[in-house]
């Protein structure tokens, strides 16, 4: 019955894996398990169903195990040799994001409230601005407005960040 399954298997994994040495071990051990579970009293309805839910398995299990050497491989190099943590995972670099989003966050709350509810609902929630004036009460274009006064405000914002303030006159002395 699983003689059947052989060449659609072989394939199924194959691109899974890339390689066809690999794929024909995983088949053979999706056979093995298979036939243990059915030889072992498992009841087994769809053959084919536990062979192919077995190997995605046995894949994933691969996938794991090689990141994990991956990150064993680490163990033996010198510390000052590791590669660095991605930018984004640098502390300076998630200090500063965490100060621009506060920055961003307090300019949207200074914005007055009906304003704020219209840039947010188009900016965040993504509506429209029809669906914006219909959920607020207001007109298409007072919804304009209040979105172009928000998209304003977040753009000296962004100045702000972008370029330091001149240092205070007494300070140049």
Do not use: W
Not at 104 to 121: G, S
Not at 136 to 162: D, P, Q, T
């Amino acid at each position: 019955m699983l003689e059947r399954y052989h060449r659609e298997l072989l394939n199924f994994l194959s691109r899974q894996v890339s390689d066809r040495d690999t794929a024909a071990d995983l088949a053979q051990e999706s056979y093995v398990r298979v036939l243990s579970a059915q030889s072992g009293g498992q009841a087994v309805t769809n053959m084919r169903a536990l062979l192919y839910r077995t190997a995605r398995n046995l894949v994933i299990d691969q996938h794991r195990r090689n990141e994990v050497r991956k990150h064993d491989d680490l163990d033996g190099i010198p510390e000052d040799q590791h590669p660095p943590a991605p930018q984004h995972l640098q502390p300076e670099e998630a200090l500063a994001s965490s100060q621009v989003i506060r920055a961003y966050v307090a300019t949207i709350e200074a914005l007055p409230a009906r304003c704020r509810e219209a840039f947010v609902l188009h900016v965040f929630d993504e509506l429209s601005h029809a669906q914006t004036a219909q959920q607020m009460g207001i007109s298409v274009s007072m919804v304009e407005k209040h979105v172009v006064r928000g998209m304003v405000a977040c753009k000296i914002c962004e100045r702000r960040l972008r370029e330091p303030e001149a240092a205070p006159p007494e300070a140049q002395a």
